[in-house]
């Protein structure tokens, strides 16, 4: 008789990073972005973009259903602007 293995699959965890800011919103982020120059904005969509593509893969490829995303306490606060 054959007996198929079973892979135990590991919680992929995804950790945040405290050296930059945590946007709550996609909009919060294009807001941001929309601040900057159209040559800086152009990078940080490209970093945006790059990031979110890796994200999803990781969760897709190695998540196994149980990806985790465990945020970290950021080292530095946002500054709201009260200007327009």
Not at 2 to 11: D, F, I, L, V
Not at 29 to 58: C, F, K, S
């Amino acid at each position: 008789m054959n007996k198929k293995k079973t892979k135990k699959t590991e919680p992929l965890n995804i950790t945040g990073s405290n050296i930059y800011a945590t946007y709550k919103s996609q909009k919060e982020l294009q807001a941001y972005i929309d601040m900057h120059r159209p040559e800086e904005a152009i990078l940080l969509l490209t970093g945006w973009g790059l990031a979110v593509n890796l994200i999803v893969h990781l969760m897709t490829e190695h998540g196994g259903g149980k990806a985790i995303a465990e945020p970290t306490p950021p080292l530095f606060e946002i500054k709201k602007s009260n200007s327009k």
